[in-house]
């Protein structure tokens, strides 16, 4: 079970990464944190490019913490915009999350705590290409 306190550490460490971020060309820094299912908490921020397509969203800092810290499944996530506030990770990340998500995995969203699921729904992961291999 996720607390409200685990949600407010959550939401210190997402936007302790936000400040953090290199967003030069949008001015758009996002700070992302989840836990991850032995406890640990780890962040992520977006790292923009001057070639733009090349700039990495919160996220890809966020699951690459995750390998370099030990690995592991998500359990809970939240992400914030340069106020400090909840922001909706985009499509391409929710596919992100989901490969690496535990069953149930919670994120704190802009219209309350939803699953992974439901944040996108019938999602294409893992299974998809071991059973139609
Ligand atoms: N961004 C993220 O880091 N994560 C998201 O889920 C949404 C968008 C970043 C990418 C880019 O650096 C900036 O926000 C503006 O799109």
């Known amino acids: 079970m996720v607390t409200e306190e685990s949600w407010q550490l959550l939401r ?3 936007t302790e990464a936000m400040q953090k971020a290199y967003a ?3 001015q758009f ?7 991850v299912d ?10 923009e490019n001057a070639s733009y397509g090349v700039g990495l969203c919160a996220e ?12 592991g499944k998500l359990v ?7 106020h400090g506030n909840t922001l909706m990770p985009c499509g ?4 992100l999350l989901y ?8 994120l704190n969203t802009v219209s309350g705590i939803h699953t992974i699921d439901e944040v996108l729904p019938d999602a294409f992961g893992p299974r998809d290409l071991e059973e139609r291999a």
């Open 92 to 95: 391409r990340c929710r596919q």
């Open 12 to 14: 210190e460490a997402a």
């Open 76 to 82: 809970a996530f939240d992400c914030v915009d340069g």
């Open 29 to 35: 820094r996002v700070g992302v944190s989840a836990y």
């Open 99 to 106: 490969e690496h998500s535990a069953p149930g995995m919670l």
């Open 38 to 47: 032995d406890g640990r908490i780890i962040t992520g921020c977006n790292v």
């Open 60 to 71: 890809c800092g966020l699951i690459s913490a995750l390998f370099s810290s030990g690995g």
């Open 24 to 26: 030069p060309y949008s």
